[in-house]
């Protein structure tokens, strides 16, 4: 397995079915070891959630989406939150992904909780935000959050096929 240095992710993301799609601002998004991912959306997680064996009685937590001000900011007080991003990921068969928070988002006392970009994976993901700040987050919209880390694989995989395929998409 090698990870993917800036000239292959822009060839990725120029390719017939682009690696990423809806990203605000490529040049700054597109990083030497990976891309960012940025914010579209804040929700609120309400309930319970089920994980049993099988996907059948699976049950997520609803969630509450957040409206940004007029200044395009939400203030997130300590807590955790689900967050939408803005880029849809196309991740080739022989590429997976894994993610870590920005240092800035760090740096200000939270994180963002995030699991595997399998090979195959299509949609607009969504990871979870831990604000441990005690005075808070300001977030603008369409800031950086994450940074996507796109590892090749020895050989082609038959593909993600779970169901959060094409999540999130319209």
Request: aromatic letters at 8%.
């Amino acid at each position: 397995m090698t990870a993917l240095a800036r000239e292959e992710i822009l060839r990725l993301i120029k390719s017939a079915k682009p690696l990423l799609e809806n990203y605000p601002d490529l040049e700054n998004q597109l990083q030497p070891n990976g891309f960012d991912l940025s914010l579209k959306q804040v929700r609120t997680l309400e309930g319970e959630g089920v994980l049993p064996t099988d996907n059948a009685r699976r049950k997520l937590p609803s969630n509450n989406p957040l409206e940004f001000d007029c200044n395009n900011q939400i203030k997130l007080m300590p807590g955790i939150y689900s967050v939408v991003y803005n880029e849809v990921v196309n991740i080739p068969k022989d590429v997976m992904a894994l993610a870590t928070p920005r240092s800035s988002l760090l740096r200000s006392g939270c994180t963002v909780n995030t699991a595997v970009w399998d090979a195959g994976y299509s949609g607009r993901s969504e990871s979870l935000l831990v604000v441990y700040n005690p005075a808070g987050l300001i977030l603008e919209r369409n800031t950086r959050l994450i940074q996507l880390v796109f590892f090749k694989l020895n050989a082609e995989t038959g593909g993600y096929c779970g169901i959060y395929q094409n999540e999130n998409k319209s």
